[in-house]
């Protein structure tokens, strides 16, 4: 196991050898960073490829500083060169957790917090001189976020929206009985008088489920429409995170 960790990250490390190590590690910021650019996200070309520079630093000065971190006879502290790497986890953290978003019942980020995580996983592999290992969770990265985003888009999942509608009794009509054929729930939330137009007006949380690649169904507003006045439909969507 010591001469496998020494080959992987010598004790004498050559320049050539360092430069490639933040070469890569750049190279696989770009590559990630530019996906989550595209798409608009908060953490994105540059603040991928300088969280992974700053993981690489930290595992090279730790590389560099092997050969001194022994305890001499006449020494009365030892020098634990792999806290660099724990302090660099901590500190992304704090940037993890500042791309984390939690509004009501939606939280948005997360997926951009672990994306920090893992680009400063690739930054500590390249770091250290595992290019093989920081290789492979590249690319698993980039499958990850990218391909497996348009699998994520056919995943049936739970939609939600307020609808308003207005109605001229006193009490709320049965929204939940009136969408129930096409597979939705409603629930009864809130209601405000129109004293202009002498109607109530009622609000309901409807639920469903589809595929965030397909756009929402009007169905349920025909449907609806057909029984009162539609006032307002707000769809309540997860940001892509």
């Known amino acids: 196991m010591f001469e496998t960790l020494c080959c992987d990250m010598p004790l004498h490390p050559t320049w050539p050898d360092l430069v490639g190590r933040l ?5 696989a910021g770009f590559l990630i960073g530019l996906n989550r650019e595209a798409r608009g996200h908060s953490a994105g070309l540059r603040t991928t490829i ?4 700053a993981a690489c ?3 090279v000065q730790a590389n560099m500083l092997l050969d001194v971190s022994g305890k001499t006879p006449d020494s009365f502290v030892r020098m634990d060169v792999m806290r660099f790497a724990l ?4 500190g992304v953290g704090f940037i ?3 791309a984390i978003l939690r509004r009501g019942d939606l939280v948005t980020g997360v997926t951009t917090a672990a994306t920090m995580w893992i680009m400063t996983m690739i930054g500590l592999a390249f770091g250290g001189g595992q290019y093989g290992l920081g290789a492979i969770a590249t690319v698993l990265t980039l499958v990850t976020l990218q391909v497996l985003k348009w699998v994520d888009l056919k995943i049936s999942r739970d939609h939600k929206a307020v609808i308003s509608v207005s109605w001229p009794r006193n009490s709320p009509p049965d929204l939940q009985e009136i969408v129930r054929p096409l597979g939705y729930a409603a629930r009864f939330v809130g209601m405000e008088h129109d004293t202009d137009r002498d109607h109530f007006v009622y609000s309901f949380m409807v639920q469903w489920k589809q595929p965030d690649a397909m756009s929402p169904s009007t169905d349920a507003l025909t449907l609806v429409g057909e029984h ?3 006032e307002r439909f707000e769809v309540i969507s ?3 995170s």
Do not use: F, R, S
């Open 50 to 53: 300088l969280v992974g520079l």
């Open 228 to 230: 009162c006045t539609v």
């Open 57 to 59: 630093v930290a595992m």
């Open 87 to 90: 302090g660099v986890l901590t």
């Open 96 to 98: 993890g957790g500042g």
């Open 23 to 27: 070469l890569v590690t750049l190279l």
């Open 238 to 240: 997860e940001k892509p």
